[in-house]
């Protein structure tokens, strides 16, 4: 079993930054992928980014060209800097992990910008 954990949410102003952490509690099979997704308040849970052991990266159009995935695979942990927010990006933001097959949620972390 892997636990998530995430941290670095909080309230920001729309044009502010903020960077979300995601630590796994044990190191993850090769070929895994870890990335987050988000839930605004009465809408599904969408992908915002994903990445892989390997390098690539895969983001919705929305975020492209403000958050930028990253991972520091030896301390089993990913990183979502988020610039240039929007009051649009408020949500919570999960953590989620997939090796061999298996997904793995964080509880999640909230995100708020205000106006």
């Known amino acids: 079993q892997v636990q998530l954990v995430e941290s670095g949410g909080g309230l920001v102003q729309a044009g502010g930054s903020l960077r979300l952490s995601c630590a796994a509690s044990?190191?993850?099979?090769?070929?895994?992928?870890m990335g987050w997704y988000r839930q605004a308040p009465g809408k599904q849970r969408e992908l915002v980014a994903t990445?892989?052991?390997?390098?690539?990266?895969n983001y919705v159009d929305s975020v492209k060209g403000r958050f930028t995935i990253s991972r520091d695979n030896a301390k089993n942990t990913v990183y979502l800097q988020m610039n240039s927010l929007k009051p649009e990006d408020t949500a919570v933001y999960y953590c989620?992990?997939?090796?061999?097959?298996?997904?793995?949620w964080g509880k999640g972390t909230l995100v708020t910008v205000s106006s």
């Open positions: 044990r190191r993850l099979y090769s070929g895994n992928a």
């Open positions: 989620n992990a997939v090796s061999r097959g298996t997904y793995y």
């Open positions: 990445a892989s052991d390997g390098g690539s990266t």
